[in-house]
T-cell receptor, first 112, second 109 residues
Framework: DGGITQSPKYLFRKEGQNVTLSCEQN?????MYWYRQDPGQGLRLIYY???????QKGDIAEGYSVSREKKESFPLTVTSAQKNPTAFYLC???????????FGAGTRLSVL | QKEVEQNSGPLSVPEGAIASLNCTYS??????FFWYRQYSGKSPELIMFIYSNGDKEDGRFTAQLNKASQYVSLLIRDSQPSDSATYLC?????????FGAGTILRVKS
């Protein structure tokens, strides 16, 4: 099955802890994205990557970090510097044509 | 002014009626427009995209775009209870997709 896989589905972070959210795609898409969604709000862009070994900050990058060592993988680390990490995190990918982005199932992050 | 604006709703329509969802955007240079459906607790699912002025139909869904008025809408014909969800409008700006906050649609049987 082609698609975007995010794991884990639920994640809990302790105070001062860094946590990493996984995003893997087998769609052969060049571009990948991370969004954050808070209740009643639209999606906000955290980071995006259009090619391997390159990525750019989105609108709310502070307290987050990413890497893009492989075309298939774009993990997001929520660092201890992110003081309000509780949210629904969505990974998306795009083949760069038609600007269409497809989403994974999401990871719901909460603070213990 | 928000880049992409939607009425938060909820918009309530009876089963079988036409639901009309609206979205306005601020960037006149935008070229690509998308409607996503998001069920509670789930990720967004693409249902329509439109690039040119006018109407685009796909089954029970019609997207309408008016670039001069910076307005894009989604019509859902013969609304079903399963259409009850949040509908997100998204507009491609300068290298990024900008989302509205979404309109909650409730279809009552």
């Amino acid at each position: 099955d082609g698609g975007i896989t995010q794991s884990p589905k639920y994640l809990f972070r302790k105070e001062g802890q860094n946590v990493t959210l996984s995003c893997e795609q087998n769609l052969n898409h060049d571009a990948m994205y991370w969004y954050r969604q808070d209740p009643g709000q639209g999606l906000r862009l955290i980071y995006y990557s259009q090619i391997v070994n390159d990525f750019q900050k989105g609108d709310i990058a502070e307290g987050y970090s990413v890497s893009r060592e492989k075309k298939e993988s774009f993990p997001l680390t929520v660092t201890s510097a992110q003081k309000n990490p509780t949210a629904f995190y969505l990974c998306a990918s795009s083949n760069g044509q038609e600007d269409i982005q497809y989403f994974g199932a999401g990871t719901r992050l909460s603070v213990l | 002014q928000k880049e992409v604006e939607q009425n938060s709703g909820p918009l309530s329509v009876p089963e079988g009626a036409i639901a009309s969802l609206n979205c306005t955007y601020s960037d006149r240079g935008s070229q690509s427009f998308f409607w996503y459906r998001q069920y509670s607790g789930k990720s967004p699912e693409l249902i329509m995209f439109i690039y040119s002025n006018g109407d685009k139909e796909d089954g029970r869904f019609t997207a309408q775009l008016n670039k001069a008025s910076q307005y894009v809408s989604l019509l859902i014909r013969d609304s079903q209870p399963s259409d009850s969800a949040t509908y997100l409008c998204a507009v491609m700006g300068r290298n990024k997709l900008v989302f509205g906050a979404g309109t909650i649609l409730r279809v009552k049987s």
